[in-house]
């Protein structure tokens, strides 16, 4: 591995990092429309709509979760404590539990880079369950029914546990054969399941593969070589035929690949504002991609008919750690202490 490579917990935080001119109103051409600029008072390193696309949730670098309205940008929920406080730790990943009954309310997965898995209940502001991992967790994600959950961080492993009694149920690692790579071989930054399957997933890392797994198997059944995952950069489309992958790297960031063969089906080209490594991907509906990442700090809508921005959030203050789409069609994109929101004219 290059000693220049590093994924996003390796910046502990602003002093760190080359600073930029700071500004808290991007520009903004094309498809996008602005909606809110929202300061979160510290940088932040994740973000999350809930399942109707009326909040957003925003993971701090100091271990807090704030959640915000999509309509008006106002703060509704602050989720932290005693242990999120003392740590200090930065929030890795959010995700709203899917599917779940109405009356309960939204529900959030949340890990910390201490090794800390939470789960709480927005709406009161409880912490659930907690477990501690004996690592740093840097990912996660439910699988389409909402039953199972998955993590993955500063290591090889990627744990599967039990959504309701929270008991891990298998760890997916790879085998002891010096000849076979069905597994990862160092930190992993990424994890997604295939659509409406809650048995076949993703995930990608350090190690430039991302591995394909069942989860009645401890090890991979395949994987693509090449990309260069440090963050939620792993995307499958509806049909689950493809997936693009997002490489922190100088060359080749964004990559179309089929999900049956694992061969390449090509290569996005750069902004014309300039390279950017990218942090953050995903497809958007059929025709569009949103990516995301750093050195040229800005956020893209690509339309994958003429493999062009039609819509850039431009001028941002840091790298673009974490961007998600709601269901309805809005973007949220992080830079440094701010959560963007825009609305794309697309819905997933």
């Known amino acids: 591995m290059q000693s220049g490579r590093r994924g996003r917990l390796s910046v502990a935080g602003p002093s760190n990092q080359p600073q930029d001119t700071l500004t808290t109103s991007p520009s903004i051409s094309g498809d996008l429309r602005l909606l809110h600029t929202i300061d979160c008072g510290d940088q932040l390193l994740c973000c999350q709509f809930n399942n109707d696309g009326t909040r ?3 993971g701090l670098r100091t271990g807090a979760i704030k959640v915000y309205s999509v309509s008006d940008g106002s703060l509704h929920h602050i989720l ?3 242990e999120t406080t003392s740590l200090g730790l930065p929030t890795t990943s959010l995700h ?18 201490g090794g800390k898995v939470k789960l709480w209940h927005v709406s009161t502001h409880t912490c659930v369950r907690t477990i501690t991992e004996d690592r740093q967790t840097l990912a996660s994600c439910f699988n389409p029914s909402g039953s199972r959950f998955l993590t993955s961080g500063a290591g090889p492993g990627i744990y599967m546990y039990d959504a309701q009694t929270w008991d891990k149920l298998q760890n997916f690692l790879p085998s002891d054969s010096p000849t076979v790579m069905d597994g990862h071989m160092s930190r992993v930054y990424a994890l997604t399941f295939f659509p409406e399957n809650n048995e076949r997933f993703i995930s990608g890392g350090w190690d430039d593969t991302v591995q394909f797994w069942n989860t009645q198997f401890p090890h991979s059944q395949r994987r693509i070589s090449g990309p260069h995952i440090c963050g939620d950069a792993l995307s499958i489309d509806k049909t689950g035929s493809q997936i693009l992958t997002g ?13 049956e063969t694992c061969g390449k089906i090509m290569d996005i080209p750069e902004d014309f504002r300039g390279h950017s490594q990218v942090y ?7 025709d ?17 008919r ?9 001028d941002l203050p840091g790298g673009v750690y974490s961007t998600h789409i709601s269901c309805r069609g809005v973007l949220a ?5 701010f959560l963007y929101l825009a609305q794309t004219p697309v819905k997933p």
Not at 247 to 258: A, P
Not at 280 to 286: K, M, Q, V
């Open 96 to 113: 709203f539990m899917p599917r779940g009954p109405a009356h309960n309310g939204d529900v959030i997965l949340t890990t910390y880079s």
């Open 280 to 286: 953050t991907c995903h497809f958007l509906g059929a």
């Open 306 to 314: 003429i493999l062009m921005s039609t819509g850039v959030l431009n």
């Open 56 to 58: 957003v949730a925003a």
């Open 333 to 337: 994109a992080t830079s440094n202490n």
């Open 80 to 82: 932290a404590d005693n």
């Open 288 to 304: 569009y991609i949103i990516a995301g990442g750093s050195r040229n700090n800005l956020c893209r809508l690509i339309d994958r």
């Open 247 to 259: 490489s922190w790297r100088r060359h080749n960031t964004l990559q179309v690949w089929d999900a």
